[in-house]
């Protein structure tokens, strides 16, 4: 039977990488969750982080980190974008599996050995996440983290509330194999928003799956404000339009909903005007989607509570204005650009 140190050495060397700017609320229980994981030896594995000049006290608080533990490394990051980052700390990883994280995130005392785990009970997955739990410190914080939460305020983002294990199209704080960055590539330092969807996209390609896990567990704090949330979302639907131009086959119809649902508002407005049909027809959709957002609302505060019925609908409606009007201004943007070239 092989002896504790032998377990040690076969052991793979885990390296977890994640870009910060200005993140001093979150990043002290980011990374003592990180530090106090079970079922990992303190020898394989490490934290990676590039800073994109924090302002705040968040170099500090790195410096602070990395002085009192040796499993921790930060760099510059000049650029401040995420897909930067990742790659800074990939140049600088030692392990054989690669996490992707979030300075927003906080995971439970197991993520990094459940990781490692499903690794191994699915060799044909590329790439393995799990169960992305959105929570809040505060009213509408909470009330964002639970639209966050919902299918109805994310879509097809399937691994904010799935519940069983399955494949996926994509996943949020990944854990793959350093050899399928070396196959895929790594993070497309011209993508703004959506570098993970898109690496993602390109494992797919390369012949890898990706498998959801819900024995993984993280929990996300997401925007405090209407201004981050609508900045967020608009900036992540802006930039999927560049990433389909980039890999057409990547399209789906269920991309561009948000974007026909904004397009809709302000046409039956306008139409509704000179056409009585189009008024009726855009109060029947106006008046549908009203339901479903009061529906999946109270379906929230079952759980949640009902103080949170004022505020949802309006955190839905600002997630699919903001995302839809991101989509419309990027195939803008691709029109223009496409006609000044």
């Not at 700017?21 to 530090?35: G, R, V």
């Not at 690794?119 to 739990?133: I, S, Y």
């Not at 983290?145 to 109805?152: D, V």
């Not at 959506?194 to 704090?221: C, K, M, Q, V």
Request: proline share 4%; hydrophobic share 40%.
């Amino acid at each position: 039977m092989a002896d504790r140190n032998e377990l040690e050495s076969t052991a793979p060397v885990v390296s977890v990488i994640m870009g910060t700017y200005n993140e001093e609320h979150y990043i002290e229980s980011c990374l003592d969750a990180l530090l106090n994981q079970r079922n990992v030896d303190v020898k394989q594995m490490e934290i990676l982080i590039a800073d994109g000049g924090s302002h705040d006290n968040t170099r500090a608080i790195l410096d602070r980190y990395q002085q009192a533990d040796p499993r921790i490394r930060w760099f510059d990051n000049p650029s401040r974008i995420s897909p930067a980052a990742w790659n800074i700390c990939l140049d600088h990883a030692r392990g054989d599996v690669i996490l992707l994280m979030g300075a927003h995130t906080v995971v439970n005392d197991e993520f990094v050995s459940a990781n490692l785990k499903v690794l191994d009970q699915v060799p044909d997955a590329g790439c393995v996440g799990g169960r992305v739990n959105t929570a809040g410190k505060a009213y509408l914080q909470n009330a964002i983290a639970l639209a966050l939460n919902s299918p109805f305020g994310v879509g097809s983002a399937r691994y904010r509330y799935a519940d069983k294990p399955q494949y996926l199209e994509t996943i949020n704080y990944g854990a793959c194999r350093k050899v399928v960055f070396e196959k895929v590539g790594r993070f497309r330092e011209d993508l703004i928003r959506n570098e993970d969807w898109e690496f993602n996209y390109r494992l797919g390609l390369a012949g890898f799956r990706l498998f959801f896990s819900p024995d993984i567990h993280s929990t996300y704090y997401p925007r405090t404000s209407f201004g981050k949330l609508w900045k967020q979302q608009y900036w992540t639907s802006f930039g999927k339009v560049k990433v389909i131009r980039q890999h057409p086959a990547s399209f789906l119809w269920r991309h561009v909903i948000p974007g026909l649902f904004v397009a809709g508002l302000a046409g039956g407005i306008l139409l509704g005007q000179i056409s009585r049909p189009a008024l009726y027809s855009w109060l029947i959709v106006i008046g549908g989607y009203a339901g479903l957002s009061l529906t999946f609302s109270a379906r929230l505060c079952l759980k949640s509570g009902w103080g949170y019925l004022p505020m949802l609908p309006i955190v839905f409606l600002w997630i699919h204005l903001s995302y839809g009007i991101g989509l419309i201004g990027g195939l803008l943007d691709y029109l223009w650009s496409k006609e000044e070239a």
